[in-house]
């Protein structure tokens, strides 16, 4: 089975800062996707971004980017020029491709919450 | 329009009680899903529904029943419940099962 594990519960960062998340997983499994969710105090989970573990360019979304290292099974969530707005619990998020009955499936991590000070 | 709803944003309701949840997208996705999510836990998978056909069972209490009347429309049929399924329901919705996920904003369920 896979696992996702984020190993900073929280983490603080000023505005205009540049921030990273940490996300380690383990499969055994070679066609995969990864995803960072956000999860702002409104509660609804909002996609940030996707990577395709086929790719080896990284993602990236305007001021989101990611860090993937395939062989170290590392997905890092860098924010630049962080903005209050980017207050929230992160989700990292892993899913199979496809496989009937399992694709659907999305193993998440325990989360990162993020704090943006003035 | 490109986002998943979900009615209502917030249920109180006793152990004895029959309500249910909605969600509804019309963004044409054949694949919809129940989520429960505890205060600081991740989001755990319920049910999967792919072209309105349950997918997925992931062995969850007979008192929760879902329903897919039609590609657009998900319903989660609550009876009997217990205040530890007290938690946040979200909603997703994606083109099929093989796409990411797009979430509603949640209701909040609360059993006296």
Redesign the interface.
Same mark, same amino acid.
């Given at each position: 089975a896979q696992t996702v594990t984020q190993s900073q519960p929280e983490m603080s960062v000023q505005e205009a800062e540049t921030v990273t998340l940490s996300c380690t997983y383990d499969t055994s499994e070679s066609d995969y996707?990864l &995803?960072w969710?956000k999860q702002p105090p409104?509660?609804?989970?909002?996609?940030v971004i996707?990577q395709e573990a086929y790719k080896q360019q990284n993602a990236t979304e305007n001021r989101f980017s990611v860090n993937f290292q395939k062989a170290a099974k590392s997905f890092s969530l860098k924010i630049s020029d962080s903005q209050l707005g980017d207050a929230a619990m992160y &989700?990292c998020a892993y899913r199979s491709? &496809?496989k009937a009955?399992t694709?659907?499936?999305?193993t &998440?991590?325990?989360?990162t919450r993020l704090q943006v000070t003035l | 329009d490109t986002e998943v709803t979900q009615t209502p944003k917030h249920l109180v309701m006793g152990m004895t009680n029959k309500k249910s949840l909605k969600c509804e997208q019309h963004m044409g996705h054949r694949a919809m899903y129940w989520y429960k999510q505890k205060a600081k836990k991740p989001p755990e998978l319920m049910f999967v529904y792919s072209y309105e056909k349950l997918s997925i069972n992931e062995s969850v209490p007979s008192r929760f029943s879902p329903e897919c009347p039609n590609s657009s429309l998900l319903n989660l049929h609550l009876h009997a419940l217990q205040p530890e399924d007290s938690a946040l329901y979200l909603c997703a919705s994606s083109p099929g099962i093989s796409y990411e996920q797009y979430f509603g904003p949640g209701t909040r369920l609360t059993v006296t």
């Open positions: 996707y &995803f969710y409104s509660r609804q989970m909002i996609l996707r &989700f491709a &496809f009955g694709a659907s499936k999305l &998440f991590g325990t989360g | -």
